[in-house]
DNA sequence: TCCCTCCTACCGAACGGTCGTTAGCATCGA
DNA sequence: TCGATGCTAACGACCGTTCGGTAGGAGGGA
């Protein structure tokens, strides 16, 4: 049941990811599933509320894909799988994850909070793992652990930019995993 | 002289990196300038204009900061002086960044084909960086070039959502180009 | 020095249109 | 019969933009 709702929120978060949450007008969404702008507030209590739920199913999906992450295994394998679950969840969800990691900002009151504080935790998550490998000694013991957090996070918020749907995303995660375990110097200058 | 139009564009930027393009009203805007909305269309021809004047800076902005890049030098220095020059910019003019990076969807018409153009050929110029780094040898020359350009343009265009304005940069580059040129595989695991 | 013209910046009011939201009523399948 | 879904119409607020008018200063010619 509730499969009319179902198709809103799906078409209000290609819209959102499309023209952004203040460039969507409820009239634009009502037009796309063939109904008046007025009709759409039998499925959903306000815009807000649509913005929401979007929000909702991308920091479940992100979390889900941490949590498939082997706890005991090396750095750098974990890193890998890490890595490859983020991008599947951008390129399988391409919409959410738009959504997700750009306009959340345009969200109000308790609702933003939640989300802000669980996008915090998603980025605390890669943190400690990164950590975690340094303490185990897989990882460098001079590690800049903030400065790698930051740079593989970057590396997964912004792939929504470039990311083509339906890509594989498996080998495109261990490039990079690739890159940031190894580094980029040529074999002959190395010291 | 013009010395009002000024004020407007900055002002124009700064709202529309807090805001968004579309979360900012004429009538804000003129309100920030202590003035009736009416008032802001003879310092310029329509929201869109003002749109684009900040994209013009920051495109100008981050293209000058590529134009610093020494031409002869090992690789891993230029992708420093490169990165570093990023960062600067972001650091140094928070609100432009944000706004290229973040808004510019929201252009219309021959201005956004402008820009667009712009992004790309920023995005060229940094991929012919490290095309050349791998081709001189001071790259590996297994390197996926695509990759690590994506990586290291992540790390740049995403700057804008964690960088406090007036942070010591330079340093912080040195620190991403450490991790990129070396990894953060731990010495004792080295194959 | 005076006058006239031009320019920049702003005013207050209004334009037609769109915004998100609500109310009351109809339809229809379970 | 009842809940889900949709309709039409309207609400007040706000949108970006245009308008005619005006204050004040700069510049130039007589």
Request: proline share 2%; charged share 30%; aromatic share 8%.
């Amino acid at each position: 049941m509730a499969a009319r709702r179902d198709e809103l929120t799906r078409e209000a978060t290609r819209l959102f990811a499309e023209r952004g949450f203040h460039g969507t007008s409820m009239d634009a969404l009502a037009q796309a599933l063939g109904v008046q702008k007025g009709s759409l507030y039998s499925l959903i209590g306000s815009k807000q509320e649509l913005l929401y739920v979007t929000m909702r199913s991308g920091a479940t999906a992100f979390h889900a894909a941490l949590d498939a992450v082997p706890e005991r295994a090396p750095a750098a394998e974990r890193v890998r799988v890490a890595l490859r679950g983020h991008l599947r969840v951008v390129s399988e969800q391409l919409d959410v994850a738009t959504v997700f990691t750009r306009e959340w900002r345009y969200l109000e009151g308790a609702h933003r909070d939640e989300i802000v504080a669980e996008r915090r935790r998603y980025e605390d998550r890669w943190r400690a793992l990164l950590r975690e490998g340094v303490e185990s000694g897989d990882l460098r013991t001079d590690l800049d652990v903030g400065a790698a957090t930051l740079l593989v996070l970057s590396a997964a918020n912004w792939a929504y930019t470039w990311l083509e749907p339906g890509r594989d995303t498996d080998e495109l995660a261990d490039r990079f995993t690739a890159i940031l375990v190894d580094g980029i110097r040529g074999y002959a200058t190395r010291a």
